[in-house]
């Protein structure tokens, strides 16, 4: 079974400064990997996703994520973080075929970005 | 604009009642997914639909039920077996369930027991 881990359920970091979201996984085969964000009482909006190709992938707002096979982990990251970034963040993976094209979720990471 | 559409923003469900969330996408997408979101928990599959006519239970699926006369709805019901309702509920919509792009998102509905 495939699963994804956000290990901290909350990231306080000052405006300005660089901000990472973990994310680790596990899935059969090659993963397809996205980030999205929450605002209260709102769908998700995509951030980004890794499908193939270079391991860092840009994405909207200036985020960006690393993807590394080895550590299976795909981390958010942001060079200077703004307070409108504060929100809930969440990882999720899916396989190639079968059940595994499901979308699995992590658990959400709630990001604070101090004035 | 394309999107998804979900209605009622808030509703309210008494005991031994079976209440229905719409969700509505304009995207001409084949495959629709349910959500259930609990604080701490993230999104959870309840149901998800592949195209017209057909649909599959997710990893919570007791306790409700779904239906896919449309191809551009994809109503949920959530029935008086459903013990522990309350909960924000999330539908997506995807091309088609191969598609390697992201799932596109309602602005979700809120339940709660009164």
Known sequence: AQSVAQPEDQVNVAEGNPLTVKCTYSVSGNPYLFWYVQYPNRGLQFLLKYITGDNLVKGSYGFEAEFNKSQTSFHLKKPSALVSDSALYFCAVRGASG???????????????LP | DGGITQSPKYLFRKEGQNVTLSCEQNLNHDAMYWYRQDPGQGLRLIYYSQIVNDFQKGDIAEGYSVSREKKESFPLT??????????????????????????????????SIL
């Open chain 1, 99 to 113: 059940s595994a094209r499901q979308l699995t979720f992590g658990s959400g990471t709630q990001l604070t970005v």
């Open chain 2, 78 to 111: 959530v029935t008086s077996a459903q013990k522990n309702p309350t909960a924000f509920y999330l539908c997506a919509s995807l091309r088609d369930i191969t598609s390697n792009q992201p799932q596109h998102f309602g602005d979700g509905t809120r339940l």
